[in-house]
C-alpha cells in the first residue's frame, strides 16, 4: 500500500479512503494454503506454519516483535528484493531507498491524528453521511473509529512517497515481510519513475470547492480510484511473481493462484474480524485496488508484455472504475460521453450543497450486490454508462434529512428498467417507512401501451425522511430523495426533455 495519509470524502471508493488498507499480512497464507496442487510447499513449510500461526496467536496473546538481528536481515533484504522488483516490473532503480521499523501503535496514531485534526476529516463525515443515505453504511456505524481499528488489525507495511521510504513493521515477521516488501518497494520504483504524489493528483478535483460544477468535474471523480488500482495492482502482481518463484512460475500461468488470492482478500480471515465483519461497501472499497487493479495489470501483460503492464498505465491511465473492472474497455479506447448536469443552481435555489460526486460502475455494482446479490450484480453492472449524485440540505432546515439527487444512464431501456426496479426494492431496507403511492407505469400499461417492464415511468414512495421519486426516462433514471417532488421532474424535463403527461411517461 501506499503512505497512509489522507482519508478522501466521499461516495466513490476513492473518496473513502486512499487505499489505507492491503490485506497482504494474510495473502501468504492464503496463497499457499488454497493451491496446495502448486507444490507440496510453498516458499517453507515452515515459513508458512509460522506465518499461520503468527495470525491465529495474534488474536490472543500479547503482540509479539520482531528480534533486533531480524530487523537488520530485513534492512539488507530491502536492495535484493528492490532488484526483483525492478526486474520484474521493467522500472529501473534509480537511487537507494531508504527504509524504517515502525510500530502498530505509531501508524493507528498517525491516522487518528489525521482523523482528528486534519482538513480531511470533515470529508470523512460528509462520505460516512451519504454512504449512509444510500444505505451503503449502517445507519450508526462509526466510520472513523472502524477505519482506526481496522488499520490496527490489517496494514503489512507502506511506503511514503514523501520521505521516499519504505516502512517496515515491528509486528510482522521475517518470512512475513519479505511479500510485503516486494508490494511495497513496488512503489519505491513507481514513485523513482513517474512522482507517485502527484501522478495521484492529476484530474483530482476537490469538487466540494468547486464553485460551479462541470459534467467533466464529474466524470473525473473517479480518477483517483482508478490511479490507485493502477498502483497496487501493479505491486500486488510483484508480489505474486516474488511468492511464486520458489515454484518457478509466475502469475501469468498460475490463474488459479490469482483467484485464491483475490477470494482471501474479499473473505478476509477469521483472525481479522474488524474486516471481515465489515459493511458490504467496505469490504469491496478496501479491495478495490488489489483485486480489480491485478486483473487490469494481468490483462495489459498479456496484451503487450512488461511494458504494456507498468509503464503504459502511468502514461496513459484509465479514468473510470469501468475501466478497471473491464480492461477490455480501457484497451479497446472507449470513452463514454460524461452526463449532462441540470442548472443546479436554479433548481437547488433554497438548498445548500453538502456533497457531490460520480457513481461509477464499481458503485452501481455493490449497491445491486447488497440489494440483488453477487449473480444479478455481475450481469448488470456492465451496462452502467455513466452517473452522478448532488446531495443537499435545506437553507432554512440544516436539521432536515439529507437531500440526493441520483442521475444515472444505462446501456439501454431495458437495463436501466431492471436497475430502477433493484433500486426501488431496495428503498424498504433502507428505511424504517417506504410506501409507495404513485405508480404511472402500472397506470399507463392499462392503456394503450402494453407490457410495461417493472421500473419504468414514474413512481414515488412515501418515507419518514420524506418523497422519494424514480423516473426512468429510457435509458436514463432520475432519482429524487428527500427532495421537493417536483425538483425530479424539473431534472428530467431539462436534461432528457420528458414531455408534460397527466398518467406516465413514454
Not at 528492490?82 to 520484474?88: E, G, N, V
Request: charged share 30%.
Amino acid at each position: 500500500m501506499t503512505e497512509p495519509t489522507s482519508i478522501d470524502k466521499a461516495f466513490s471508493c476513492r473518496r473513502l479512503l486512499r487505499a489505507l488498507v492491503v490485506l497482504l499480512l494474510a495473502a501468504p497464507q492464503v496463497l499457499w494454503s488454497q493451491t496446495p496442487e502448486q507444490s507440496g510447499r510453498g516458499p517453507s513449510e515452515s515459513s508458512q506454519s509460522q506465518t499461520g500461526r503468527s495470525h491465529a496467536e495474534g488474536a490472543s496473546k500479547v503482540e509479539e516483535k520482531i528480534s533486533a538481528k531480524d530487523a537488520e536481515e530485513l534492512f539488507r533484504e530491502v536492495d535484493r528484493i528492490l532488484q526483483f522488483a525492478s526486474k520484474d516490473t521493467g522500472l529501473p532503480v534509480k537511487h537507494e531507498v531508504k527504509r524504517r521499523l515502525t510500530s502498530r501503535d505509531e501508524v493507528a496514531s498517525f491516522v487518528s491524528k489525521h482523523l482528528r485534526e486534519d482538513k480531511d476529516a470533515q470529508r470523512l463525515r460528509r462520505s460516512e453521511a451519504v454512504l449512509k443515505k444510500f444505505g451503503l453504511l449502517p445507519r450508526d456505524f462509526d466510520l472513523s473509529t472502524f477505519l482506526v481499528a481496522l488499520l490496527r488489525e490489517q496494514v503489512a507495511g507502506y511506503y511514503d512517497p514523501e520521505t521516499k521510504t519504505v516502512n517496515l513493521l515491528d509486528w510482522v515477521d521475517l518470512e512475513g515481510q519479505r511479500p510485503v516488501l516486494a508490494h511495497e518497494l513496488t512503489h519505491a520504483l513507481q514513485d523513482q519513475s513517474f512522482n507517485l504524489d502527484a501522478w495521484m493528483k492529476v484530474g483530482d478535483v476537490d469538487l466540494d470547492k468547486k464553485k460551479d460544477l462541470t459534467p467533466a468535474d464529474m466524470e473525473n471523480d473517479e480518477i483517483g480510484t482508478v490511479r490507485q488500482a493502477v498502483v497496487e495492482g501493479q505491486a500486488t502482481a510483484v508480489l505474486l511473481d516474488y511468492m511464486l518463484v520458489p515454484l518457478k512460475q509466475s502469475l501469468l500461468d498460475s490463474p488459479q493462484v490469482v483467484q485464491a488470492l483475490e477470494h482471501g482478500m474479499l473473505e478476509g480471515t477469521a483472525d481479522a474480524p474488524q474486516f471481515k465483519n465489515s459493511p458490504i461497501y467496505l469490504r469491496e472499497a478496501l479491495t478495490f485496488p488489489y483485486r480489480y487493479g491485478l486483473d487490469f495489470t494481468v490483462a495489459l501483460l498479456k496484451d503487450g508484455g512488461k511494458s504494456r503492464a507498468f509503464a503504459q498505465p502511468f502514461k496513459d491511465a484509465p479514468y473510470t472504475t469501468r475501466q478497471v473492472m473491464e480492461p477490455e474497455t480501457y484497451l479497446s479506447g472507449e470513452r463514454i460521453p460524461p452526463l449532462p448536469l441540470p442548472n443546479l443552481k436554479r433548481i437547488f435555489k433554497d438548498y445548500d450543497r453538502f456533497d457531490a460526486g460520480a457513481i461509477g460502475e464499481f458503485d452501481v455494482d455493490v449497491l445491486i450486490d447488497q440489494y440483488a446479490g453477487v449473480k444479478v450484480s455481475q450481469g448488470l453492472y456492465p451496462h452502467w454508462r455513466g452517473g452522478y449524485y448532488y446531495a443537499v440540505r435545506q437553507k432554512e432546515n440544516p436539521s432536515a434529512p439529507l437531500g440526493i439527487l441520483y442521475v444515472s444512464r444505462w446501456s439501454r431501456a431495458e437495463t436501466a428498467a431492471q436497475f430502477a426496479d433493484i433500486y426501488a426494492r431496495a428503498l424498504t431496507q433502507r428505511y424504517k417507512q417506504a410506501t409507495e403511492i404513485k405508480a404511472q407505469a402500472q397506470e399507463e400499461a392499462k392503456s394503450d401501451v402494453t407490457g410495461a417492464e417493472p421500473g419504468t415511468g414514474k413512481r414515488i414512495w412515501r418515507t419518514e425522511e420524506g418523497p422519494v421519486v424514480i423516473d426512468v426516462e429510457g435509458e436514463n433514471i432520475v432519482i429524487a430523495e428527500s427532495l421537493d417532488p417536483a425538483i425530479a421532474a424539473d431534472v428530467a424535463r431539462e436534461l432528457f426533455g420528458s414531455r408534460e403527461r397527466s398518467s406516465a411517461p413514454q
